[in-house]
C-alpha cells in the first residue's frame, strides 16, 4: 500500500487477497497461509473517506509459472512514489516465492497514476535478501529516495539509497544494516521536524505483535529506539494489526500530524482483513 498526493487527492495501492485461504505444506511450520496472487489495487480518493476503485493495476499471470507475478508466487507491500524527473510512478513490491525463499523486491512503472503499471524486474538489492519493503522520498532538493528492507531472514533492516529514477538500488553506495537482530517486518518511514521515525512490527508471520518505533537525526543512523507507539487498552499487539504506511497530514510540512495505516490481517481468511487507521504525533512518540 503505498500513498501519493497530487491535486489534492490520495492514491492508495494494496494487495489483493481475494479467493480461498489455504496454508501450503512447506509453510506449515510457520502458519504462512496465502491466497493465490491476483494483482495490485488502487484507489483514489480526495477525501479519505469516499473511495474510487481504479482497477488492479499490475495483474498476475496465470500461464508462465517463470513469471514473478505468477498465480503461485507472492507479491506484497507495494508502494509507489513519483519521480518528477521522469514523470513516471514508480512501485516497488516484495516479490516471492510461495514458500518465501526467493526474497526479492520487484520494480515496476507507470506514466499514470491509476496505471497500468509496466513490470520491469526483480532482484535482491545489493545481493542481499529482501522481504517486506517500503520505500520514502525525503524533502531535500534533490528528492532523494531509500528502500527499506527486512533483510538477513528478517533479521537485519537494511536501507539503501535509489537511483535517480527511482527504479534501481544505488550499488555504487554503501547499504546501511540498522535494527541488528531486532526481526523487524512492516517497515513505514516519515519525516517530521527534520527527524527521521520509523515504525514496524516484529516477526509473527500474520499474528499481530507490539509495534516498535525509532528516531534518528539522519536516515543512516544512529537509531535509537523508542518502543511501542501504541498506548491503551490492545496495545501489546497494535490493536491487532501490522504496521503498512504512514500518512503525513500536513502535505510536505511534515510538522507532526501523520494517521498510521495498519492491516488487521485474518490469517484464516485473508480476503477478510481490514485496516486500521490512528492518529499520530511524532511529538507524543518521540517522548
Ligand atoms: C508478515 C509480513 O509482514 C506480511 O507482509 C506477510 O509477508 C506475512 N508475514 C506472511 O506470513
Same mark, same amino acid.
Given at each position: 500500500m503505498a500513498i501519493n498526493a497530487h491535486g489534492g487527492g490520495i492514491l492508495h495501492f494494496n494487495e489483493i487477497k481475494?479467493?480461498?485461504?489455504?496454508? $501450503? !505444506?512447506? =509453510?506449515?511450520?510457520?502458519?504462512?497461509?496465502? *491466497? @493465490?496472487?491476483?494483482?495490485?489495487?488502487?484507489?483514489s480518493s480526495q477525501d479519505l473517506l469516499n473511495w474510487k476503485f481504479r482497477g488492479n493495476v499490475l495483474h498476475s499471470v496465470e500461464d508462465n509459472s517463470e513469471h514473478d507475478l505468477y498465480w503461485e508466487n507472492v507479491a506484497e507491500r507495494p508502494k509507489v512514489i513519483f519521480n518528477a524527473m521522469?514523470?513516471? /510512478? *514508480?512501485m516497488w513490491l516484495h516479490i516471492d516465492s510461495m514458500d518465501y525463499s526467493k526474497a526479492r523486491v520487484g520494480v515496476a512503472?507507470?506514466?499514470? &497514476?491509476?496505471? $497500468? %503499471?509496466?513490470?520491469?524486474?526483480? +532482484?535482491? &538489492? @545489493? =545481493?542481499?535478501?529482501? #522481504?517486506?519493503?517500503?520505500? %520514502? *522520498?525525503?524533502?531535500?532538493d534533490e528528492a532523494t529516495a531509500y528502500l527499506l528492507t527486512s533483510s538477513e531472514d528478517n533479521a537485519v533492516m537494511h536501507i539503501s539509497q535509489l537511483s535517480d529514477d527511482y527504479l534501481a538500488v544505488r550499488t555504487?553506495? $554503501? /547499504?546501511?544494516? *540498522? +535494527?541488528?537482530?531486532r526481526y523487524m517486518e512492516a517497515p513505514t518511514?516519515?519525516?517530521?521536524?527534520?527527524?527521521?521515525? /520509523?515504525?514496524?512490527?516484529?516477526?509473527?508471520?500474520? !499474528? &499481530? =505483535?507490539?509495534?516498535?518505533?525509532?528516531?534518528?537525526?539522519?536516515?543512516?543512523? $544512529?537509531?535509537?529506539e523508542l518502543g511501542n507507539p501504541a498506548i491503551g487498552p490492545d496495545s501489546n499487539n497494535t490493536f491487532s494489526s501490522q504496521s503498512t504506511f504512514v500518512l503525513p497530514m500536513d502535505g510536505?510540512?511534515?510538522?507532526?500530524?501523520?494517521?498510521?495505516?495498519?492491516? #488487521?490481517?485474518?490469517?484464516?481468511?485473508?480476503?477478510?482483513s481490514r485496516y486500521v487507521w490512528l492518529h499520530l504525533s511524532s511529538t507524543k512518540i518521540a517522548q
Amino acid at each position: 500500500m503505498a500513498i501519493n498526493a497530487h491535486g489534492g487527492g490520495i492514491l492508495h495501492f494494496n494487495e489483493i487477497k481475494s479467493g480461498e485461504t489455504y496454508l $501450503p !505444506e512447506a =509453510n506449515q511450520e510457520w502458519g504462512g497461509t496465502r *491466497v @493465490n496472487l491476483t494483482g495490485i489495487s488502487c484507489y483514489s480518493s480526495q477525501d479519505l473517506l469516499n473511495w474510487k476503485f481504479r482497477g488492479n493495476v499490475l495483474h498476475s499471470v496465470e500461464d508462465n509459472s517463470e513469471h514473478d507475478l505468477y498465480w503461485e508466487n507472492v507479491a506484497e507491500r507495494p508502494k509507489v512514489i513519483f519521480n518528477a524527473m521522469t514523470g513516471m /510512478f *514508480v512501485m516497488w513490491l516484495h516479490i516471492d516465492s510461495m514458500d518465501y525463499s526467493k526474497a526479492r523486491v520487484g520494480v515496476a512503472s507507470s506514466s499514470s &497514476p491509476i496505471g $497500468p %503499471f509496466d513490470y520491469l524486474s526483480s +532482484f535482491r &538489492p @545489493n =545481493n542481499q535478501m529482501a #522481504r517486506d519493503l517500503t520505500v %520514502f *522520498v525525503d524533502d531535500d532538493d534533490e528528492a532523494t529516495a531509500y528502500l527499506l528492507t527486512s533483510s538477513e531472514d528478517n533479521a537485519v533492516m537494511h536501507i539503501s539509497q535509489l537511483s535517480d529514477d527511482y527504479l534501481a538500488v544505488r550499488t555504487d553506495l $554503501p /547499504f546501511h544494516r *540498522v +535494527f541488528i537482530g531486532r526481526y523487524m517486518e512492516a517497515p513505514t518511514l516519515f519525516k517530521s521536524q527534520g527527524f527521521y521515525y /520509523f515504525i514496524g512490527s516484529g516477526c509473527t508471520a500474520w !499474528e &499481530p =505483535n507490539a509495534a516498535r518505533s525509532a528516531v534518528a537525526k539522519s536516515i543512516d543512523g $544512529p537509531w535509537r529506539e523508542l518502543g511501542n507507539p501504541a498506548i491503551g487498552p490492545d496495545s501489546n499487539n497494535t490493536f491487532s494489526s501490522q504496521s503498512t504506511f504512514v500518512l503525513p497530514m500536513d502535505g510536505s510540512n511534515r510538522q507532526g500530524r501523520f494517521i498510521f495505516m495498519a492491516d #488487521r490481517w485474518v490469517k484464516d481468511d485473508l480476503a477478510s482483513s481490514r485496516y486500521v487507521w490512528l492518529h499520530l504525533s511524532s511529538t507524543k512518540i518521540a517522548q
